[in-house]
């Protein structure tokens, strides 16, 4: 294990930083420049001071402006304040979409004053086994970060030359929109647990869906899988580049270090994609952290060895990505390391929050929490190794594909806002006499409407610490066949309801809608599909929309040209023979020898939902695909 840094100064900076922001003078205009508001990802903006609970129960809040773009966004929108473009001051919100378009809004009339195309995003057609969980083509996926000493926006774009897919970093001037320095394609190899054996980073078999990090004058992306696809050949990566230079760092981090004779099901994945979280970096040393996912279905390539497979982990690396530094592994029965890689539990299904300072003697914390729904509360100068036993406390919050927030309390006490399931809890943190997060005298939410999977994503505003100013904000993901995202607001002191209204579409309802509300300076901002939606207080000049006026982009249309497509439970698996009970109580037989050789079949299990494409051969389903559906009908593509 690589030894730790002790750059305490960094940590101190991190933390005079965030206390900064959170005393930010009143009426001040904040920029939301990364994923969750900061490096730590904490999701906390704590200087809004127009919109309280009072003011957004108060009637007058609601959807004051819809502007359409030209494709999916699952990428948080991004804001800078004061900014020039094309001759006029602008607060300018960014949003990247699924069609590699960035755009530059007025970020209170809606005008859009740039755009840009990054080039021809990849079909779904050339995803490994097409698969559905991006959208009808990928383009830029993940949060983009942004730079206002450079004046720069980073944003990856997933590009279709013709022939080959590649990833491109690209540094776009936020005034103009051009590159500012020549595009960075992904390329980088690693060298595998045998000292030897190469291999090469693979873009046509990785995602790129963690949001960009800046940090310690560099950037980075993280990768994982598309649907566990590809598994023979797709591995976690985190990389990095100089900010300045888009040069890239002499290291990369590689989550999967297994060799082939090692892997029983030539399987590795150990991807990072935290539903769209992006890592986070600070602490004492400002090193960066992220959560694995799955591996091997066998349930024994884990190997903490020197980092050689750390898969449903928390890691921890250096800026310089030369090693881990530290990681925890959970080994409580029903939740170890094994059973979540042999049922795809996947840890990595939520991101890892680090927390800001707190007074007492551990004052470096992180949460985090996956599919199986403990939240894990961690110290972070010391996360636990491979042992439950050593992490400060373990939280049952219903399963997350989401990720945790922070705020400070009127009574100065911070809290860990999270969601599980369809709830929001509120966590009080607790530091004498020793740390723990306490739920008493706090709250559990009301029910919210969100289908897909279970847990959202949250984030929070105040004015400082100020009594009755802080709110939570959420998004709901699409319930059932209506196609729509709600947007939500909580008191946070009462998880009393303050607002909920429908907030834009999602018609790819076989992916999580993993959307983050961005809210600054009196604003709501949503994207979703085809659509930013901004919401604020109305007055004479700036009216409420009706719901009734709501615009829904119609979806595009099934692409899939296979033959045959079904959805259902595995009730049996017998080698490759998998029997699955249709929808309306019918079983067929799916014959997934092909679907396998091809490595484009995930591992069946019996009553998980899956979805297949294939040839119909005298009542047999010879699969190309098999790939796992949402666990409701409601959401499943029409067979056919």
């Known amino acids: 294990m690589a030894e730790r840094c002790t750059a305490r100064a960094l940590g101190m900076a991190l933390a005079l930083g965030l206390a900064l922001i959170a005393s930010a003078p009143a009426g001040a205009q904040v920029n939301v420049l990364t994923y969750h508001n900061d490096t730590?990802?904490?999701?906390?903006?704590?200087?809004?001071?127009?919109?309280?609970?009072?003011?957004?129960?108060?009637?007058?809040?609601?959807l004051l402006q819809q502007v359409t773009l030209d494709e999916q966004v699952y990428a948080q929108p991004l804001l800078v304040t004061g900014l020039t473009l094309n001759g006029a001051t602008h607060d300018v919100v960014y949003v990247a979409t699924e069609g590699n378009s960035v755009y530059a809004i007025d970020a209170t009339s809606g005008e859009i004053l740039l755009q840009t195309s990054l080039g021809t995003p990849v079909s779904i057609d050339n995803l490994p086994g097409k698969c559905p969980f991006s959208g009808d083509e990928v383009g830029i996926e993940s949060t983009?970060?942004?730079?206002?000493?450079?004046?720069?926006?980073?944003?990856?774009?997933?590009?279709?030359?013709?022939?080959?897919?590649?990833?491109?970093?690209?540094?776009?001037s936020l005034t103009t929109l051009a590159d500012q320095v020549p595009p960075a394609t992904v390329s980088v190899s690693h060298t595998l647990s045998d000292g030897t054996t190469v291999y090469d980073f693979m873009p046509g078999?990785?995602?790129?869906?963690?949001?960009?990090?800046?940090?310690?004058?560099?950037?980075?992306?993280a990768f994982g899988s598309f649907c566990d696809l590809d598994a023979n050949v797709s591995r976690g990566w985190l990389i990095g580049w100089n900010a300045s230079t888009l040069s890239p760092l002499g290291q990369a981090t590689l989550t999967n270090e297994v060799l082939p004779a090692n892997s029983p099901n030539d399987y590795f994945l150990t991807s990072i994609w935290m539903s769209g979280y992006g890592p986070a970096a600070g602490g004492a040393a400002g090193?960066?952290?992220?959560?694995?996912?799955?591996?091997?279905?066998?349930?024994?390539?884990?190997?903490?060895?020197?980092?050689?497979?750390?898969?449903?982990?928390?890691?921890?690396?250096?800026?310089?990505?030369?090693?881990?530094?530290?990681?925890?592994?959970?080994?409580?029965?029903?939740?170890?390391?094994?059973?979540?890689?042999?049922?795809?539990?996947?840890?990595?299904?939520?991101?890892?929050?680090?927390?800001?300072?707190?007074?007492?003697?551990?004052?470096?914390?992180?949460?985090?929490?996956?599919?199986?729904?403990?939240?894990?509360?961690?110290?972070?100068e010391n996360l636990g190794g491979e042992n439950s036993a050593n992490v400060l406390g373990e939280y049952s919050i219903g399963r997350c594909f989401c990720g945790p927030s922070f705020y400070t309390g009127s009574d100065g006490v911070g809290r860990v806002i999270t969601s599980g399931g369809r709830s929001i809890r509120s966590f009080r943190v607790q530091t004498s006499p020793a740390t723990s997060l306490l739920v008493d005298k706090d709250f559990k939410s009301p029910t919210l409407v969100t289908g897909q999977g279970p847990g959202f994503f949250?984030?929070?505003?105040?004015?400082?610490t100020t009594a009755d100013s802080a709110v939570i904000?959420?998004?709901?993901?699409?319930?059932?066949?209506?196609?729509?995202?709600?947007?939500?607001?909580?008191?946070?002191?009462?998880?009393?309801?303050?607002?909920?209204?429908?907030?834009?579409?999602?018609?790819?309802?076989?992916?999580?809608?993993?959307?983050?509300?961005?809210?600054?300076?009196?604003?709501?901002?949503?994207?979703?599909?085809?659509?930013?939606?901004?919401?604020g207080l109305s007055d004479p000049d700036h009216p409420l929309i009706p719901k009734s006026r709501f615009i829904r982009p119609a979806g595009p249309p099934d692409r899939f040209d296979s033959p045959h497509q079904i959805s259902g439970f595995v009730r049996s698996v017998s080698g490759a023979q998998v029997v699955i009970e249709l929808r309306d109580g019918r079983r067929m037989t799916a014959d997934i020898s092909d679907a396998r050789r091809q490595h484009a079949a995930v591992r069946p299990l019996p009553g998980e939902a899956v979805f297949v494409r294939g040839d119909l051969d005298r009542g047999i389903l010879r699969a190309e695909s098999l790939v796992r559906a949402k666990p409701q009908p409601e959401?499943?593509?029409?067979?056919?």
Request: a negative charge; zero cysteines; hydrophobic letters at 40%.
């Open 40 to 62: 730590l990802r904490t999701g906390w903006n704590s200087s809004e001071t127009v919109l309280t609970p009072a003011a957004v129960s108060g009637g007058s809040f609601g």
């Open 144 to 172: 983009p970060v942004i730079d206002t000493g450079l004046q720069t926006l980073f944003v990856m774009a997933y590009v279709y030359t013709g022939s080959t897919e590649d990833y491109v970093l690209h540094a776009l």
């Open 205 to 221: 078999s990785n995602l790129q869906r963690p949001a960009l990090l800046e940090t310690s004058g560099n950037v980075y992306a």
């Open 287 to 380: 090193n960066l952290f992220f959560v694995t996912a799955n591996t091997d279905p066998s349930g024994t390539t884990y190997d903490n060895q020197s980092g050689i497979n750390l898969s449903e982990s928390v890691v921890e690396v250096t800026p310089a990505l030369s090693g881990v530094v530290d990681y925890f592994s959970p080994t409580d029965p029903g939740d170890d390391v094994a059973y979540l890689d042999e049922h795809d539990k996947d840890f990595g299904a939520g991101g890892v929050m680090l927390l800001p300072a707190q007074p007492g003697s551990v004052p470096n914390l992180a949460v985090a929490a996956g599919k199986v729904g403990i939240m894990y509360l961690m110290n972070s």
């Open 458 to 464: 949250t984030s929070i505003t105040s004015n400082g």
């Open 473 to 535: 904000w959420a998004i709901g993901r699409p319930e059932k066949t209506k196609k729509e995202v709600t947007l939500y607001a909580y008191n946070a002191a009462t998880g009393a309801l303050l607002y909920s209204d429908t907030a834009g579409s999602w018609v790819n309802y076989g992916a999580n809608a993993n959307l983050v509300p961005t809210v600054a300076n009196g604003k709501a901002y949503v994207a979703s599909y085809k659509t930013l939606s901004i919401f």
């Open 635 to 640: 959401l499943w593509r029409p067979d056919r």
